[in-house]
């Protein structure tokens, strides 16, 4: 046996009986756990890094209390765990043991103005119901898909509310078969395309050309995965949260994970603990608000295009030679910075290209020389595409309260559809409305505010990220909102801060003009499951 095999423990028969339903396999030094609830996977972990135990045998040794044949009871390890738990917490405050076990959540019928909340977390995982495959068109129960706030029951305006975003959907849901009628005039099916194919682009043209009309108010279900330590995180964020809508999906959230990791949500509510980070975070909202209120009420905003790079490291690429050079050299990395700087651009692009290689498809990246430098990009898109673009969460996001200040788009077919008035007279309805709701709280007048409007946002990140959200929004398939966003961001690189080499690095990056987004992506779909059906 190799001396890098590790030999597998021996265990008795009636170990290997209890041990069974919990880990995929007895015999070998790699395996899953399973059957277990997550509390106890987490806690399992967090004692195997202070024991000499192997897994397997710690917990046969303290944790297995009881064991049916098959699947594990919801209470197999759980109180030794939670009472782990509490210690880690409470005596080593080492809070990375609640890393070691996660929870999946749906929390459905939720704003679109929550769900920006909910996708705030970096280390978390989420699916969304997408406005470019789900048509706002029903009304179950008889009412269109949008949250009514807690805060304006009983409030004067209250119906007003009602009316205007009822009238949104309504022109949005009345334009959603003429507005396919027109792309199907435009662009005739092209032969060799299944009318399955055809019916799904169509489709997704109408709904990319109407989502303006859809106030944030609109409801959407969210997927959720993470950590107990991000859930915690989440839940101590919505707990501070000057919506309602927040607070009240923040308890329902932890009344379900609580049934799940309890352990791991110990601190959210306890007064000393979650209760106290929550008000701080509350306090210093309010704090911040306040000076900057004192500070920049009376200053007007300067106009700037939809993107525009504001920071970069003029040095940038020389760095990102150095770091590209430092894993195969000797040399300290002050030394390679002084080799980058007296390169050649030749040479420097030699460096880059060798260190890029050949990217067959956009997920080969290069490696993390290119996370040594950093752009900065300030936005001024509609709503629809800030969505999109705030679920990358691998670099640095923040945004501005959602209005209607800073004016709206409009796509060419909504002219060319005829349903330019009906699309400015929606506008000009929820801009009034939220006038009339900001003398309140222009926090909750961000409901009404429909998707066309813009919204001003910042996005950082370093080179290594950005090639990713280039490369990835800029695909033929994507709304064309946000592929112009990621166009200009993948100039911008290549022009204002002189980082040609990187910029020509992303190699996928896609500057092309697409008509009908969604059909190549439709056909491809149909074939893989063409493939997929004759090879079975």
Request: contains cysteine; aromatic residues 8%.
């Amino acid at each position: 046996m190799p001396d890098s095999v590790v030999s597998a423990e021996q265990f008795t028969p009636d170990e290997r009986h209890a041990l069974t339903p919990y880990f995929t396999n007895l015999d070998h030094p790699v395996f899953a756990l399973t059957n277990l609830p997550e509390v106890v996977k987490g806690a399992l972990f967090a004692r195997y890094s202070r024991s000499a135990k192997s897994l397997r045998r710690l917990f046969l040794d303290e944790f297995l209390d009881t064991v049916t044949d098959g699947v594990a009871p919801a209470s197999v390890g759980v109180e030794r765990a939670e009472r782990l738990y509490e210690r880690v917490f409470g005596a080593y405050g080492d809070d990375s043991v609640a890393q070691l076990g996660g929870a999946h959540i749906a929390c459905e019928g939720v704003s679109n103005i929550l769900t920006k909340v909910l996708e705030r977390g970096r280390l978390m995982a989420y699916l969304e119901q997408s406005t470019r495959y789900v048509p706002y068109t029903d009304r179950p129960g008889g009412r269109w898909k949008y949250l009514m706030p807690g805060e304006l029951d009983g409030h004067a305006l209250r119906d007003r509310y009602v009316r205007t975003l009822d009238d949104a959907f309504a022109t949005y849901a009345r334009w959603f078969e003429p507005t396919q009628d027109h792309y199907r005039r435009r662009y005739p099916k092209a032969e060799g395309d299944s009318d399955g194919v055809y019916r799904a682009a169509i489709r997704a043209k109408a709904l990319d050309t109407l989502r303006g009309l859809l106030p944030a108010a609109t409801r959407s279900n969210v997927g959720i995965f993470g950590s107990g330590q991000a859930f915690e995180n989440l839940l101590l964020q919505m707990r501070a949260h000057p919506l309602g809508e927040a607070r009240d999906c923040a308890d329902r959230m932890l009344h379900e994970l609580r049934k799940l990791i309890p352990a791991f949500l110990t601190r959210v509510d306890r007064e000393d603990r979650g209760v106290r980070w929550s008000r701080y975070l509350a306090e210093t909202r309010r704090e911040t608000a306040a000076v900057a209120g004192r500070l920049l009420d009376q200053v007007e905003p300067e106009p700037r295009p939809e993107v525009s790079l504001t920071d970069f490291d003029p040095e940038g690429e020389v760095k990102v030679v150095a770091a590209a050079l430092y894993e195969r050299s000797c040399l300290p990395d002050d030394q390679l910075l002084e080799i980058a700087r007296r390169m050649g651009t030749d040479d420097r692009a030699a460096v880059l290209r060798a260190y890029v290689g050949d990217r067959a498809n956009r997920r080969h990246r290069p490696g993390r020389a290119f996370e040594r430098t950093a752009y900065c990009f300030d936005l001024l898109s509609d709503y629809g595409a800030f969505r999109d673009l705030q679920r990358h969460r691998l670099l640095t996001i923040e945004w501005q309260e959602l209005s209607a200040d800073h004016g709206y788009t409009e796509p060419a077919a909504i002219e060319e559809v005829g349903a330019a008035d009906d699309w400015r007279r929606v506008m000009g309805r929820t801009r009034e409305l939220y006038d009339a709701l900001s003398e309140e709280s222009s926090t909750l007048a961000q409901y009404c505010v429909p998707m066309a409007y813009r919204i001003r946002y910042r996005m950082q990140m370093n080179a290594r990220e950005a090639m990713h959200v280039i490369e990835l929004r800029t695909a033929p398939q994507g709304h064309p909102a946000y592929r112009r966003v990621c166009q200009r961001m993948h100039r911008l690189i290549a022009e204002q801060a002189g980082h040609r080499a990187i910029a020509d690095a992303m190699t996928f990056a896609d500057h092309s003009a697409v008509e009908l987004e969604r059909l190549g992506a439709e056909r491809a779909g149909e074939r893989r499951q063409l493939e997929t059906t004759e090879g079975v």
